[in-house]
């Protein structure tokens, strides 16, 4: 246990250094939540409908920016696993002298440090235009635990992803084209029943939509109703579905 977690520790500062000499790689976290706050505020906010609970858009918004660019946040780690495995860098990590393991949770690990600089860029962004708390400390604070939990789901997510794909190339395009869909089609950003009756009964049952609806409900105080507790577990079921499905993936293709 001790070799496992040192271990995943030094491929987590690897992976972080990465980034460090890829800056561009740090465009998802810093740039594009600011990106889509600025145009759903100034751009399209004016013409939705924004539910009489909240004090304005940006109070709707921000929890579905912040879902949307946290559930990204491990796009780097697909991208990493399939780059390493393309390069046959995994290889190299077997003949080491370090646990197996530590490959998959160095790069999960390092997703939440990159996770927590997209949060903190979505939470002063929104605060400029106009965001802000309306429930109490402990709330608050339970959001924040939900959302960096949800964020290490999304990790697992696209370590597997990445260890599915042909090329990094088709890891980011996988991934883009099956998450991103689903935080549109949610409560994210427009009340879902503003939709057609079929998106609406989709977005209602989406588990981007619980997760949303419980971050207005810990941050806004809007009703809870069940989507605080369905949210965590929710983000327990992702994550233990898929660090199975990613780990046996990845004995598959470091003993083939």
Do not use: H
């Not at 796009?75 to 390493?84: I, Q």
């Not at 609406?200 to 009703?223: C, H, I, K, Y």
């Amino acid at each position: 246990m001790k070799t496992l977690a040192a271990d995943s520790v030094v491929l987590a500062r690897r992976n972080l250094l990465r980034i460090a000499r890829q800056p561009d790689l740090l465009t998802a976290y810093t740039v594009q939540p600011i990106m889509f706050v600025l145009l759903f505020v100034y751009v399209f906010g004016g013409a939705i409908r924004t539910p009489p609970a909240f004090d304005g858009y940006a109070d709707f918004l921000i929890p579905g920016i912040l879902v949307q660019t946290i559930a990204f946040g491990g796009f780097a780690t697909a991208l990493g696993l399939s780059e390493d495995l393309k390069k046959g860098l995994i290889d190299r990590f077997r003949s080491l002298p370090m646990s197996p393991a530590a490959v998959l949770a160095g790069r999960t690990i390092s997703d939440i440090f990159t996770n927590t600089i997209a949060l903190s860029i979505v939470l002063i962004t929104g605060l400029i235009v106009g965001f802000g708390f309306n429930a109490s400390l402990g709330s608050v604070l339970l959001g924040f635990l939900l959302i960096m939990l949800f964020g290490y789901a999304f990790s697992w997510v696209f370590a597997y992803i990445g260890l599915i794909a042909n090329s990094p190339e088709s890891a980011n395009a996988f991934g883009f084209m099956t998450i991103f869909p689903l935080t549109f089609v949610s409560s994210a950003f427009v009340p879902p029943d503003t939709m057609p009756a079929a998106l609406e009964a989709f977005a209602e049952a989406n588990p981007f939509s619980t997760m949303v609806d419980a971050m207005r409900s810990l941050w806004q105080g809007t009703p809870a109703n069940s989507d605080v507790w369905m949210a965590f577990l929710w983000t327990f079921a992702i994550t233990a579905v898929f660090a199975l499905l990613a780990t046996a993936r990845y004995r598959r293709a470091v003993t083939r």
